[in-house]
C-alpha cells in the first residue's frame, strides 16, 4: 500500500531534550514536506527537500533540523525543544515540486513540557 | 498575514442538502488552487483542485469555483453525506521550480447531520 509513514504518532517529551520524529514513504517520491498544524492557523510549513541532499526552510523552520540522506527518509529533528512547539505534525511526499496532491502521513501529536 | 483564509471555521449542513465550503485568497500569483479533507486521527487527503485558468472544475459530488477577480474560491458538495464530516483545508500555490510551495488555509469544520 502507497503510503506515508510517521513515528511516533503521540509523544510526551521535557523542555531541552533532543527527540525525532521519523518520515518514511514508499512510492519513490522526489518531494517531501513536514507541516505543523496549529488551531486557527492550519498547515504551515517547517522544511521540505526536493531530493536526497536537498532541503530547504518553509515558513517555520525555527527549532526544527532535517535531513534527506536517503530517498525513503525524511526524520524531523527538534534539538532542544521547547513548549510553543507543542503541535500536530504532518509529514508529507509528492512525486515532484507542484501543485500536485500531496500524500500526508497519519500525524504526530507532540507535547513538550 | 494569512495569505489564504477559510474565515469559517465550522459549517453544519442537514444530510442530502449542499455543503458550501468558502476560501479568500490575497496573492494575486497563486495560480493553482486544492482542497484537502482531513478525518480526526489522520493526515489530509487530497479531494479536488483547480488551475487559475479554470473557473470550474467538477469530480463526481464536489464542485470547485474559483472568482479570480474576487480572488475568492468554494467547494460545493452536493449531496451532502454524513462521511462528509470532516475538516476541509484550502489550499493554494504559486512560484515555479523549487520555489513552487503550498499555502494552506486554517480549515473549516464540516459537519453532515442525518
Known amino acids: 500500500e502507497a503510503q506515508v509513514t510517521q513515528n511516533p504518532r503521540y509523544l510526551i517529551t521535557v523542555t531541552g531534550k533532543k527527540l525525532t520524529v521519523t518520515c518514511s514513504q514508499n512510492?519513490?517520491?522526489?518531494?517531501m514536506s513536514w507541516y505543523r498544524q496549529d488551531p486557527g492557523l492550519g498547515l504551515r510549513q517547517i522544511y521540505y527537500?526536493?531530493?536526497?541532499?536537498?532541503?530547504d526552510k518553509g515558513d517555520v523552520p525555527e527549532g526544527y533540523k532535517v535531513s534527506r540522506k536517503e530517498k525513503r527518509n525524511f526524520p524531523l529533528i527538534l534539538e532542544s525543544p521547547s513548549p510553543n512547539q507543542t503541535s500536530l505534525y504532518f509529514c508529507?511526499?509528492?512525486?515532484?515540486?507542484?501543485?500536485?496532491?500531496?500524500?500526508f502521513g497519519s500525524g504526530t501529536r507532540l507535547t513538550v513540557v | 498575514d494569512q495569505q489564504v483564509k477559510q474565515n469559517s471555521p465550522s459549517l453544519s449542513v442537514q444530510e442530502g442538502r449542499i455543503s458550501i465550503l468558502n476560501c479568500d485568497y490575497t496573492n494575486s500569483m497563486f495560480d493553482y488552487f486544492l482542497w484537502y479533507k482531513k478525518y480526526p486521527a489522520e493526515g489530509p487527503t487530497f479531494l479536488i483542485s483547480i488551475s487559475s485558468i479554470k473557473d470550474k472544475n467538477e469530480d463526481g459530488r464536489f464542485t470547485v469555483f474559483l472568482n479570480k477577480s474576487a480572488k475568492h474560491l468554494s467547494l460545493h458538495i452536493v449531496p451532502s453525506q454524513p462521511g462528509d464530516s470532516a475538516v476541509y483545508f484550502c489550499a493554494a500555490s504559486s512560484g515555479s521550480g523549487s520555489a513552487r510551495q503550498l499555502t494552506f488555509g486554517s480549515g473549516t469544520q464540516l459537519t453532515v447531520l442525518p
Open positions: 527537500s526536493m531530493n536526497v541532499e536537498v532541503t
Open positions: 512510492m519513490n517520491h522526489e518531494y
Open positions: 508529507a511526499s509528492s512525486p515532484q515540486v507542484g501543485p500536485y496532491g500531496y500524500t
